[in-house]
Structure formats: structure tokens, C-alpha cells
């Protein structure tokens, strides 16, 4: 049942008289959001390509000196496409043809910002602790074959691509990094980002591979608006989310690969969270199918050795700031969900709330400093036991 | 219908398939908790005096070398009980015979620490902008009557109580706080802790009244674990949850004063992404029902002047470090939630995600104190536009 339950908002919306779904649907997922209408020639690539596509609108109120700032996003969340025995080339090969089509029609739908997910260009074989053959997947970022790939539709259809990556250094030592290529409207490279927070959870063996980034909380000013990479990990921590707050994102990607048993019931909860937080959207991204590998590994839970990794559980989804956010996609299918979002709300909800007036930086600034000396003492007040 | 529905869990529960709410409950709320037996004369009582009683159970596995933690914590929300048209100390004396009533229930079911509302000797009048009469019920928070009323019960019941109340400073120029009192298990004051972040939004006038904390994230060493209180507008701000984790809090109280069009969809998010990111238990408590106001007050949205603020939407629950959560009490209805949790899950929690290892707080401090700087400049990465 678990792998092949469709999302929770599909039950609900099924199952729930109309009142009761009118009142659920205000209580878990905030002020009910318009469809974006697709039209069939977008939908109809999608049934026959066998992903499913969904569009939904985040709204701002009018302003009386300032635009509106509406931007179309899509998030893609998709399996591997052949089996990881494959050889690499067809593999990879694969998956861009995967992506290409997938791409091209957010591109067709209008989309400006598109984000793929995390290490999107081979399975997530971190599970594996093999070094061979899955670190021949790492390139370099600005002119390895997924940004020279994704660089010619970035420029076709004038879009923003987010390209998460398995990065290799070539500066510096041919070190790996876990890294969100930020290509350009115009087919370049903007810049990159890298993963901040790196697991050692489950089967999630990442730094094995990779270490935390270095490049800190950059924020892309991109045609479309300001946006920032959270990678996978890094969603289970709010100052990382907050920095990219402070440093001016108006939408926060969280491109993901994270699986059901350990995390899904958070899911829901951490990006969301942050968009409320933060002022911002956030996007989260998560892989969606089980991954098997050719040699069995053990997972450190008492349970045999076995080759895969478990159900990534897809259910990408949108938050906004004011709380509200969208359906999921399906926990068992590829998918493109196009968001369009008018970007003022972020400051509407700014000003509504107040948050980065009452959050008190100050404070806290003081206080990690002194949480982290060596001679810290926490503020404990005891009385008699 | 808004007023009337008593809760999503209810509805799901009522209306879900049983395959289809065994997923959705497992998604939406993690490992499904086991109920806690209260008998026929805990749960008689609370139907005699016409309130909800609930009990759930948060396990932690077994370890060798160490004692399981078990705690049996309560949460109380409740409505005034008289108009607030009536003198005050017919109000106050008729909320403080309601809370007799509820944790002398408590204490008959075996509860260890005990937490109330926010303001909850007292009508949430801060939306009035009235400085009379209301301040009269702020009072000292060692000897003010609430404190010398729970004192009793803290001795009769070897009960630790947590008590949120308007506090007048009298050492500091009889200047007011919104201010929980922390009553130890022998009945004297183990401490008191404050709101640190204050609400300049909507009804929320809280400015008005008092101003922030300057007593930092203090934590209380009490007989049955360490505990932290984040009053209200804190949930809001990540940093603050955060603090009283990184101070050894095991269980953080989240007494709240919340209205439904303005936070309902965010109320299950956020003390449980503290809980998450923390590894701590979170108790979430709102007030329940619709205070009317003697003299009409206009809300800065432009419409006409009223008398109410609003339905303040119960809900409260509480939520554990793996994510997992209990169901909310009513949302129209007076309750107590009674939740017996293993304090050991909070290490075994911090032991498997191991996020305060991955939370790199040394780059959080460093940040932050860049970012407060008056001249400092965020960073951000400007392409071609």
C-alpha cells in the first residue's frame, strides 16, 4: 500500500464530504489557490510522456506603487531511467533524454525558473559507500555535460535552470562537492552553490563523498527574481534557511532525494515552515521511485545486506508565505508542478507580519557566538530534585 | 462551519477508508501513537465539568545502559469563563475555580508537569488598546495570587506547573511582561522565564503592553526533565526555538493566544519543525473561543469597529523529536491533553539524525553577526538582466 499510495491531498480531496474537505484544506494547506489552466496541448505531452503535470497560482493583493512580479516556476521531480547496470553513458544519456522532454514543456507551459532535483544526473548511489563507478558521475559545473545540456534550453525558452549536480573540483584537487549549478537565461552560468549540511543518517553515507560547503548562503539575482539553493539536508535546519532570508531570497529551491520510512512525515513540514519564516516561497523537490543497485550494502539497522536504498516518495510541493502551499505531486510518479507566483507577496507578507523587524538577530547573533566556545554553559536553572 | 468543526483529525478519522487514513495518518502525523488509558473516573470527570479529555503515549526504545525517562505531561486550553463585562475578580476568581477543576483532574491522572495558557488568569484584551482595566491583572510572580494559587496544587500533586501570566515588575518600575512562572514540584517558584518576541500584527497589540525579554532562553532543571517555555509569537522565529535546545531543553511549552484567519494553517507546522530540528518535545497550547470586549476597537484592515477579536482555535498538541505528533484537543472546546513520553527519545532522536553535529554553528554565529552589522551587505550574485 505505502508505494503505491498516490498523495495524501488526492485521499482527502476523494474521500471527504465537501465541507469538511473545504474546512481541512483551509487547516493543513492555508488559503485555497486558484489552478493554473495548462491547456491540452501541455497536458497532453505529459499523458503521453507518462508524467503527470499540475499548475496552481499564488496571488498577491494590488499595490498602489509597485507591479506585480508574477513568475512561472516548475519543479521537476522524476525516477532514473534505466537500471543502475547499465553502463554509465546510457544511464546519463538516458536521463537527459528524460529531462529534455520534460523540460521542453515547461518551457512550452511559460515557465521562467525551472529546478531539478538533487544530483539529478544518476541515481543516488551514496547508499552503495562505492567510490567506483559512481564518482565518474561528478563534473565540473561550468562546462560538464549537464550545464552544456540544460545551457541550450536555458537559452531556447529564455529560462532560468537549476541544475543540482554531483560536482567535481577541478581547481581544487578534483575534491567532489554536492552542487546546484545556477544556469542563466541567457545560457550561462550564474554561479553555483553547494550543500551546506551533509547527512551521516541511514543510508545516507554523503559525506563518504562530499563535505559541507564552503560558498556559504548565496542568492542568485536572477531576470525572474532572487532565488537560492537549500540542498536536501539543510531543509532540517532553519538558520540555514534563514540565511538565505537575510540575504535576500524571494524564493528558496530545496532539490531533494529522501526517502519514506526515515523522513516523509517531515516532509510537509520543513520547507513549509521556512516559507512562513522566512518571507519567502520555497520549492521542495523530491526524487521519486526505488533505485536498485548491482551489489548489496547494509544499512547499519540490524536488517540484511540488500540493494536498495527504499521509496524516494516524490510529493514535491510549493509554500508560500503566507503559509499557504500546494498539493503535492505524486509520491509515485514523475512530475512537473508549474507554480506561478506574484513575488510581492513576499514583502505584503513582510510587512504584514513584521518577523524580520520582531526576530531579534541581535540576540541570537550574541548567542550562538557564546554557544560555541569550548567553555559554554548552557542557561540551566535548577531547583531542589 | 468554521466555529463549529471540531477538528481535522476527527473529520479524517470519520470520513478517510481505513487504508487510506492508516497512509494518511502516517504521512501527515508519523508512527501512529498509542492511546493512554485513563479511566472511567479522569475521563467522567472532564464530561461532568464539560471538557475534553485525550491521552497518547510517545515510546522510546529500550537502552542498556540507561533507565527509560517517563514523564506524563498536561496541556490545558480553555475558554473565559465569564463575560468581560463582569468585574475583574469575579472573572479571575471564576477562571481560577475552572482551573482547580482541570488540574485537580490532572493531578488524579498522574501528571507530572502541567502548562496553561497564555495569559490565562485573564481575557486576551490586549486588542483593546485599553490600558484600564485590563492591566490590573498583572501581578507578582512570586507572591501574586495565581502563583499562591497553584502553589497548592504544585504541593498536593508533586506537580510541576507552568504558569503564563501578565507580570508586573515591581523591582523595575512595576513595568509589565508577559511572563511564565515556573512553580517546581515543592511549590515555590523555581523561576520565570519571558516573551521574546512581541507581535505588531493584526489584533496583536502587544507592544502596547510590554516589551521583550531581556532574560535570554533560560531552562529549567526540574524534577521530571528539563523544560523551556516559548511564549506565543516565539514559535515564529526558528532562532528562538533553537536556543532552548542548545540550553538542554527536553521538552519546550508553547503557550499561545492565536486567532484562526491569521496563523490556523501555520499552527501544526511550526512547533513541530521545532520539535524536528531540535530533537525535543514541543507543547503547543492555544485559548479557545470568542472573547467579546466591552467597548468596540477597529483592527487597521478597514473594517468597521467591532467588539471581538476573533475565534481562538484550541488545537493544542504536541509533537516529538522523530516528527511524530498527537492529534489536536477541539477547536471549540475546552481540554486537556494528557501525553506520557520517554525523555530518552530526545538522545536517541539526537544519536540517529545527528543534527547537532551537521548544524554548523560556528557558521551561524559568524553570519549573523555580519548580518547585523549596520553596513552589511548581503550576498548576493547578479548576472545579465
Redo the contacts between chains.
Sequence with gaps: ??EE?HS?EK??SE???P??W???Q??????ALKPLELGPKIEGAAQEQDYEVSGYRFEAASEQLRSPQIVRVGLIQNQIVLPTTESLEKQRSAIFHRMGQMIDNAGQAGVNIVCLQEAWTMPFAFCTREKSPWCEFAEDPYDGPSTLFLAEYAKKYNMVIISPILERDRNHGEVLWNTAV?I?H?G?V??ITRK??????GDFNESTYYM?STL????????YG?VAVNIC?GR????????YG???AEIVFNPSATVGAL????????A??AA??NSYFTCAINRVGTEEFPNEFSSADGKPAHRDFGHFYGSSYVAAPD??RTPGLSRVKDGLLIVEMDLNLCRQVKD????R?????????E???R??QPDFE????????
Tied chains: 1, 2.
Design positions: 500500500m505505502t499510495f495524501v485521499a482527502l474521500h471527504l464530504p465541507r469538511e473545504q474546512q481541512v483551509r487547516i493543513l494547506y492555508g488559503k545556477i542563466s541567457t550561462e550564474l554561479g551546506n549540511h551533509i547527512p551521516r543518517v559541507e556559504g548562503h548565496p542568492v542568485f539575482a536572477t531576470k532572487r539536508y532540517h535546519h532553519p538558520p540555514n534557511w534563514m540565511m537575510v540575504n535576500g523522513s516523509e512525515p517531515m516532509w510537509g513540514i520543513e513549509r515552515n512562513i519564516a503559509g499557504s504584514k507580519w513584521g518577523f523587524m520582531t526576530q531579534r538577530l541581535d540576540v541570537y547573533a548567542s550562538l557566538t554557544a560555541i548552557p542557561q540551566i536553572i535548577r531547583g531542589k530534585l
